[in-house]
């Protein structure tokens, strides 16, 4: 138990109750009034008779309400209550995190308890700290040269506050500032875009010559998930939501240079990876291949 200076502090406690409490090595007999915490770290220890479910907190000063937090427990970020530490004996805690961005990377904006560093792809980011807000959290900006087209690798080390390790010491969930990026074929849950719910496009263009533009054109675009649009030379050949995906392409293709893109949507059940919910799914995103154009000659 952490606090800033010697104070009395209020037992918040619900659901399943311990059946004895001791701090600072002393038993605490009276539950309902307030207590003496001193300043510093203090050691908490509480006995439970029974397995369940409850919660037991301490606060000072006046009680006041918590900002309203979806998907949080009515005491986060409320005003007073102290924080636990349940490694005190580290003199400066530090946590690294490894990651992959999603392509085009300009920017990042992180909310961490503590102080950090970051590196894209083994090299250093500029890091401008920003505010502090009222839980404690620092707001950081690490920003690089340059965008970086392709998913990177980030490596984050955070010198974290006492009792914000793990996942703690970053409250909320990391904002990318992107440009537009590149990813190739394949699964993009693997390149930085594992919680992203929407489309993306592949372009490539094919040079057909007289002879074969007269011919019939097949587009294949091999495995996809779960939807997807085929534009030719800017108009939309077929809208796809089923196997099987490939088209003929023949009215739509002319002799020399052709823009084939494909717009492929997956689910919602990349978005349903950042919350609580019933409903799950298969995340494997995107155009995964092969490609391919198969030029046979006309039925006569």
């Known amino acids: 138990m952490l606090s800033d200076n010697d104070i009395q502090a209020n ?6 109750l311990p059946s004895a409490v001791w701090l600072n090595n002393r038993e605490i007999k009276d539950l309902s009034g307030a207590i003496a915490v001193p300043k510093g770290a203090t050691p908490l220890l509480l006995r439970y008779e029974a397995t369940g479910r409850g919660h037991f907190i301490l606060q000072s000063g006046e009680d006041k309400p918590a900002p309203q937090m979806p998907l949080a427990m009515k005491w ?6 102290l924080q636990y530490d349940p ?13 992959t961005s999603p392509p085009g990377l300009k920017s990042m904006t992180i909310f961490a308890h503590g102080s950090i560093q970051a590196w894209v792809n083994h090299k250093l980011m500029t890091i401008d700290r920003k505010t502090r807000r009222a839980d404690g959290a620092w707001k950081y900006v690490a920003t690089v040269k340059e ?12 010198e974290q506050d006492h009792g914000f390790y793990g996942g703690a010491a970053i409250p909320d969930p990391i904002a990318f500032n992107c440009a537009p990026g590149l990813i190739p074929l394949g699964d993009w849950c693997n390149q930085g875009l594992e919680c992203y719910s929407g489309g993306a496009w592949y372009r490539r263009s094919v040079t057909l010559s007289p002879e074969q533009a007269k011919q019939r054109i097949m587009l294949n675009p091999g495995n996809l998930t779960s939807s997807a649009e085929i534009h030719v030379n800017g108009k939309l050949a077929a809208t796809k939501l089923a196997p099987p995906w490939s088209i003929d392409i023949s009215k739509y293709v002319k002799t020399g240079k052709n823009k084939i893109e494909i717009l492929v949507y997956n689910t919602l059940a990349n978005h349903y990876v950042t919350i609580p919910t019933r409903y ?13 154009i198969e030029i046979t000659s006309k039925p006569k």
């Open 11 to 16: 037992i918040l406690m619900g659901g399943m």
């Open 280 to 292: 799950r799914g298969d995340t494997a995103s995107g155009l995964f291949g092969p490609v391919n």
């Open 76 to 81: 986060y970020q409320k005003p007073g209550v």
């Open 147 to 158: 965008s970086i087209s392709e998913p990177a690798r980030i490596t984050l080390r955070i």
């Open 87 to 99: 490694m005190p004996e580290l003199e400066k805690p530090v946590g690294w995190y490894k990651f």
